[in-house]
């Protein structure tokens, strides 16, 4: 019986044994380069009249379940980011959150094909 060696194969296998650890770490990267441009957009399209409304202004990113929020967590300014984004029978709509969020949406991809790139030359 003829035996045959493929060269490289080892390596092959070894980089097929990264994708998994790969693909989370280029998640969570995503996840938080997401959040922060969200986050920054809706901070320069929020109105500034008392600047209580762009101060609370945060991100979350969950890394365990791979989910980002941006938005407003502060009770006393929750109801006020509502209406400002939405807008109330006495007051014009003001969006800021949704235009942020529409913008930072199409750059998700080849963001995130970059960060498992960088992650799967790493070796590791």
Do not use: C
């Not at 770490?25 to 500034?48: C, F, K, N, S």
């Not at 003001?94 to 750059?107: D, G, H, T």
């Amino acid at each position: 019986m003829a035996r045959s060696r493929i060269e490289g194969l080892g390596d092959a296998l070894r980089a097929v044994g990264r994708i998994p650890r790969a693909m989370r770490e280029a998640r969570t990267e995503t996840l938080h380069e997401w959040a922060e441009t969200v986050q920054d957009g809706a901070e320069a399209r929020v109105p500034r009249r008392t600047g209580d409304l762009w101060a609370s202004l945060d991100h979350q990113v969950d890394e365990r379940y791979g989910r980002a929020r941006v938005g407003v967590w502060e009770e006393d300014q929750l109801e006020y980011a509502i209406y400002v984004e939405k807008g109330t029978s006495s007051m014009p709509d003001q969006p800021y959150l949704v235009p942020a969020f529409n913008e930072a949406r199409p750059s998700v991809p080849a963001k995130y094909r970059a960060a498992f790139r960088r992650q799967m030359g790493r070796g590791e």
